[in-house]
Antibody
């Protein structure tokens, strides 16, 4: 059974870079699509983007200039990098496997990690 | 703001049925499959429905999904106290070139 675990700093200063890691067990990061999804406190879900090892990558247009998703096959990890953060980037960040069949969906999800942007 | 609109809340007594609507447009729901997620308080979202109406293994048949035109619907029958959660629809949006989620609906069991 595939499991995902996010990790990274819980506090980031404005204008700095947010870096998170998602460790995957029960499957290889090179075989599947991966996504990062975030949820500001008390609000809804927003897809940050998705990544496939083949090079198929998509970022949310509202974040495209600041975001990078990548994988480290040696550590079986998926990473998120978001530059020039502001308070609006404060959220719980989830990693999830993205499925593609007739449509696309996300399953499973990691437990999420809260990142607060504050000085 | 989300391009998929859901009612903020729905409620019913235990054992009853609720339906949650997800309203979109031709750039999303009308031309793409819909998924649904359950988010229990303080936990990560969990997949309930994919490809409009299919259930992953382990999801009881009390949960059902359907789609018609620019709208999708999640139904929950035999409502239980454990079903109290936030529910989100999701799909792809051609105009945004991004995966999008609904505004979310809180289900309360009276």
């Amino acid at each position: 059974q595939m499991q995902l675990q996010e990790s990274g700093p819980g506090l980031v200063k404005p204008s700095e870079t947010l870096s998170l890691t998602c460790t995957v067990s029960g499957g290889s990061v090179s075989d599947y699509y991966w996504s990062w999804i975030r949820q500001p406190p008390g609000k809804g879900l927003e897809c940050v983007g998705y990544f496939h090892y083949s090079g198929n990558i998509n970022y949310n247009p509202s974040l495209k200039s600041r975001v990078t998703i990548s994988v480290d096959t040696s550590r079986n990890q998926v990473s998120l990098r978001l530059t020039s953060v502001t308070a609006a980037d404060t959220a719980v960040y989830y990693c999830a496997r993205r499925w593609l069949q007739n449509g696309s969906w996300f399953d499973p999800w990691g437990q999420g990690t809260l990142v607060t942007v504050s000085s | 703001q989300s391009v998929l609109t859901q009612p903020p809340s729905v409620s019913a007594a235990p054992g009853q049925k609720v339906t949650i609507s997800c309203s979109g447009s031709s750039s999303n729901i009308e031309n793409h499959y819909v998924s649904w997620y359950q988010q229990l308080p303080g936990t990560a979202p969990k997949l309930l429905i994919y490809d409009n109406s299919d259930r992953p293994s382990g999801i009881p048949d009390r949960f059902s999904g359907s789609k018609s035109g620019t709208s999708a619907t999640l139904g929950i029958t035999g409502l239980q106290t454990g079903d109290e959660a936030d529910y989100y629809c999701g799909t792809w949006d051609n105009s945004l070139s991004a995966a999008v989620f609904g505004t979310g609906t809180k289900v309360t069991v009276l």
